[in-house]
Structure formats: structure tokens, C-alpha cells
């Protein structure tokens, strides 16, 4: 059974920066292409970045794109996101999820296991 989970999340001052981990265990991580997508309060769950498998293709979202890096060490089995410049709209709770079947996407239906989430706050 495959099992992520994410921390680093947390309140944080606009301008800060923070960087979420999700360590993926179960199954070979190398064989996963990952995302990180976030869900704020009363909106669907949105996209945010995605890497591959062997983290030579990124891809990120307009509005965090230039802000947001993602990355990943499959020896330590874990993707990263770094997140620079933060605003109050970055606010949301961050998923991290897992793809096994060929294919980078960026919707969430495409994604095959998720993590149960870390809180990310912003304040101005």
C-alpha cells in the first residue's frame, strides 16, 4: 500500500518562504510522477506543480510560477516544494500525490494517491 505524507507547512508572514516535504513509501518512488496541488476554503483543489519521474520535467502553475520549485531525491523517497515570496492567496492546504502509469498531468483525477495534506497560512 502506498502512503504519503506531507509537513513544513505552517503560519508564515507574506514575503516568507517555506518548503513542504511528502515522503512516499509502499512502493518504488522513482517508479511515481509527483504533484503538488492545493485546496483552499470553499474552492476545488487546484494544481500547483508536477515533476517526473526521474525529475528532468517540471511544471507549474501560472501563479506560482517564478515563486514555487518542486523537486524530488528518490533516494530519500521524497518530493519537495519550495515556495519563496509568499502571499496571502498562497494560503490553502497542499497535497502531495502520486501518479504510477505513464503521463504527466496536471489534474487531480489523474493522479492515483494523495497524501492527507499540510496547512499553509499566510498572513499580510
Known amino acids: 500500500q502506498v502512503q504519503l505524507r506531507e509537513s513544513g507547512g505552517g503560519p508564515v508572514q507574506a514575503g516568507d518562504s517555506l518548503r513542504l516535504s511528502c515522503v512516499v513509501s509502499g512502493r518504488t518512488f522513482s517508479g511515481y510522477s509527483m504533484g503538488w496541488f492545493r485546496q483552499a476554503p470553499e474552492k476545488e483543489r487546484e494544481f500547483v506543480a508536477r515533476?517526473?519521474?526521474?525529475?528532468?520535467?517540471?511544471s507549474y502553475a501560472g501563479s506560482v510560477k517564478g515563486r514555487f520549485t518542486i523537486s524530488r531525491d528518490n533516494a530519500k523517497n521524497t518530493v519537495y516544494l519550495q515556495m519563496n515570496s509568499l502571499v496571502p492567496e498562497d494560503t490553502a492546504l497542499y497535497y502531495c500525490?502520486?501518479?504510477?502509469?505513464?503521463?504527466?498531468?496536471?489534474?487531480?483525477?489523474?493522479?492515483?494517491?494523495w497524501g492527507q495534506g499540510t496547512q499553509v497560512t499566510v498572513s499580510s
Open positions: 500525490a502520486a501518479r504510477s502509469r505513464a503521463g504527466l498531468f496536471s489534474t487531480p483525477a489523474n493522479y492515483d494517491y
Open positions: 515533476i517526473s519521474r526521474t525529475g528532468d520535467s517540471t
